[in-house]
């Protein structure tokens, strides 16, 4: 069969040779897609359809050596599906019914041949390409019932109101421990392995798939007495050409890997918050017995070297709270919901000692974050642009053309071979620094997906560009 073009091969069995020659000039004058091949005799004809690649074949029913339908019961044997069409002298219900019954595709009567010509080659055209489709379609079904077989995540197809199961691969059986025979016989018995704490849950995302929402549900499964394992389902309704939900597609896959990870990091977190209260506790205490006695001190004497005294405790505070932060927050964020940007900013300009700084605020947009954290994040920038600078400075804060913000200074800059380094913990370019603040900025930056770079304004000042954050000027 000729499918890697749209060319049509015919062969056209007729023990008349006059006959043979009109069709062939007929046929292949109404189209330009078809070749007719030709031979006088059921035998002949069944050798060239042997050797040559023939799409549809064209026969007539009395022959001196055999019927029609003889012949199209020795080419059924070789190719069961090749379209065959019985062009016969007469309409004889015996014969018709005979050449039905044998497999034939069409049965035409011979009459005004010349008439015929665009009919037979509509017919031919329309078979040939019909079984075309279909092999396409089977190879392309086959094809993916290959991947689908080695896929490791369960894919499925069920009616829209999950009462019959169209489609599920073998991945099924793995993941729920439950063979697919049971869920054929009774489309919804998967549930009966999903945890009993979770079913409600697991049922009210199928309701809601039904009613033309797409959902993802995560769920534990017993797959035996002693082995519970987490999936997570996706769903896709598809619709009709009137809207309605005619099948539920989606695909399940283990995800207990990653919810041991995930309770493993909360339980690490709450340890390392723990321990760093516990620090705050310990440590605040004799900072601040020696940041009183110091203080008493330098009522009584007047000594320089108190002052710098004075100076370390007050770093060991700055460095304390800095790790606080670190140690409490670490890569996670809370609820997120819409702000304002230049809110957040004036929030966060009302925590920090400006001392001669001035903050300008270009313009401003709505970002959806967790308020708290980029407060925070906004805070470290201004002390990084006011700590970093000997002279009072202005920090600009506007929105990027693509999705995005910046913060930026008018101070000495930083320079080019230390602007990737400056998020490291414990990096500082100056010594009163803690190294800490740019640090939390990149923290916070990532835990929300967005992307944080160092940079230079115009000025030739610190330019800090927040890219990826969803914004609406």
């Not at 704490?197 to 797409?214: C, K, L, P, T, Y």
Request: aromatic share 6%; charged share 30%; glycine share 6%.
């Amino acid at each position: 069969m000729n499918e890697g073009n749209d060319d049509i091969t015919v062969l056209y069995v007729d023990d008349e040779p006059d006959l043979l020659e009109l069709l062939v000039i007929g046929l292949e004058r109404e189209s330009d897609r078809m070749t007719v091949l030709t031979e006088t005799s059921a035998a002949d004809g069944l050798d060239r359809f042997r050797d040559a690649d023939v799409d549809c074949v064209l026969s007539d029913y009395a022959m001196p050596d055999g019927t029609g339908v003889e012949f199209l019961r020795s080419v059924r044997e070789i190719d069961p599906d090749v379209p065959f069409v019985m062009f016969a002298e007469t309409g004889d219900e015996r014969v018709a019914s005979e050449a039905i019954s044998a497999g034939v595709t069409d049965y035409v009567i011979e009459e005004a041949i010349g008439g015929q010509h665009e009919l037979l080659a509509r017919k031919i055209a329309t078979y040939v390409d019909r079984r075309r489709a279909e092999r396409r379609a089977q190879r392309t079904n086959e094809r993916l019932r290959e991947l689908a077989g080695v896929a490791n995540d369960a894919l499925w197809m069920f009616s829209g109101d999950w009462e019959e199961l169209l489609f599920i691969n073998e991945a099924h059986e793995r993941l729920f421990g439950q063979p697919i025979e049971e869920l054929h016989t009774a489309p919804d018995s998967f549930l009966d392995r999903v945890h009993p704490d979770d079913v409600d849950r697991v049922r009210q995302a199928m309701e809601r798939a039904s009613a033309g929402d797409s959902q993802s549900v995560e769920y534990r499964v017993r797959k035996s007495d002693s082995v519970v394992v987490w999936l997570e389902s996706q769903c896709v309704p598809i619709r009709d050409d009137e809207g309605t939900i005619r099948r539920l597609t989606g695909f399940t896959r283990d995800i207990t890997d990653r919810k041991r990870h995930e309770q493993e990091l909360a339980n690490r977190n709450e340890q390392l918050d723990g321990f760093a209260s516990t620090v705050a506790h310990d440590l605040r205490n004799p900072i601040n017995i020696a940041d009183g006695h110091l203080a008493l001190a330098r009522e009584e004497f007047d000594n320089e070297h108190l002052g710098a005294s004075a100076r370390a405790v007050a770093r060991m505070e700055e460095l304390l709270e800095d790790l606080l932060s670190l140690a409490r927050t670490g890569d996670e964020i809370g609820d997120t919901r819409p702000v304002d940007l230049a809110e957040v900013v004036r929030a966060a300009k009302d925590n920090v000692a400006m001392a001669e700084a001035t903050l300008a605020i270009e313009d401003t947009t709505t970002i959806e974050c967790d308020p708290t954290r980029l407060k925070e994040a906004a805070e470290n920038l201004l002390r990084n642009a006011i700590e970093h600078n000997e002279t009072s400075v202005e920090v600009t804060v506007g929105t990027l053309s693509d999705e995005g913000f910046f913060f930026e200074d008018d101070g000495v800059g930083i320079p080019v071979t230390e602007r990737e380094a400056v998020f490291e913990n414990g990096y500082s370019t100056i010594e009163k620094g803690t190294g800490f603040g740019l640090s939390i900025v990149d923290q916070i930056v990532t835990a929300h997906g967005w992307d944080v770079a160092a940079t230079a304004s115009d000025a030739d000042g610190a330019r800090f560009e927040v890219t990826g954050a969803a914004v609406d000027q």
